[in-house]
């Protein structure tokens, strides 16, 4: 079974360039979830998506948007960047079945960082 | 705001002692459910235990074990005879009826040999 990837692994962009990160959720996994961690907290909630439509967004400017594909894959786009933008980015994916089953489990997260 | 609190900021031990990693949660929702994660050095955030809040049955795992009671609204997090290994930050987070995680700020654990 394979587990979360992410691409790319680092990243170094300058203000106001636009960036596109990737994820491939785990085999049998439909739900997709993005965080921003920053460093020395903890991960803050983006969005979800949920068979490819936006379920849930935290407290993020419209900026920051996303994808997801058929084959539950995710895309997280950042607009604009800002020097605050820089950050360690997690996606998870999870089995949304409706039982308790919704474990997120984490891919090894995209470092971006803004000059 | 709902959100979960991870006292200690730091902890260092001795190879072999006992630590306890503490967490308290904050929730209005009757049913939700309670994690801890470890991320090690490289990144990644590893998955380590989910709980229900309708079964406060404490759990062992190998030298892992959680003491989860809602009357303290606590769910800690007890490493016996720590290793070299366990050194990472631990972070508690709890899922709400929207199925976001909301985290705690973590607790970096540091394990001298």
């Known amino acids: 079974e394979t587990g979360v990837t992410q691409s790319p692994t680092h990243l170094i962009k300058t203000r106001g360039q636009q960036v596109t990160l990737r994820c491939s959720s785990q085999s049998g996994h439909n739900t997709v979830s993005w965080y921003q961690q920053a460093l020395g907290q903890g991960p803050q909630f983006i969005f979800q998506y949920y068979r490819e439509e936006e379920n849930g967004r935290g407290n993020f400017p419209p900026r920051f948007s996303g994808l997801q594909f058929p084959n539950y894959s995710s895309e997280l786009n950042v607009n604009a960047l800002e020097l605050d933008d820089s950050a360690l980015y997690l996606c998870a994916s999870s089995p949304r079945t409706g039982a308790s089953t919704d474990t997120q489990y984490f891919g090894p997260g995209t470092r971006l960082t803004v000059l | ?98 199925y976001k995680l909301i985290f705690g700020s973590g607790t970096r654990l540091l394990v001298r040999p």
């Open chain 2, 1 to 98: 705001a709902q959100k979960v609190t991870q006292a200690q900021t730091e902890i260092s031990v001795v190879e072999k002692e006992d630590v306890t990693l503490d967490c308290v949660y904050e929730t209005r929702d009757t049913t939700y459910y309670l994690f801890w994660y470890k991320q090690p050095p490289s990144g990644e955030l590893v998955f380590l235990i989910r709980r229900n809040s309708f079964d406060e049955q404490n759990e062992i795992s190998g030298r892992y074990s959680w003491n989860f009671q809602k009357s303290t609204s606590s769910f800690n997090f007890t490493i016996t005879a720590s290793q070299v290994v366990d050194s990472a930050v631990y972070f508690c987070a709890r899922m709400d009826s929207s």
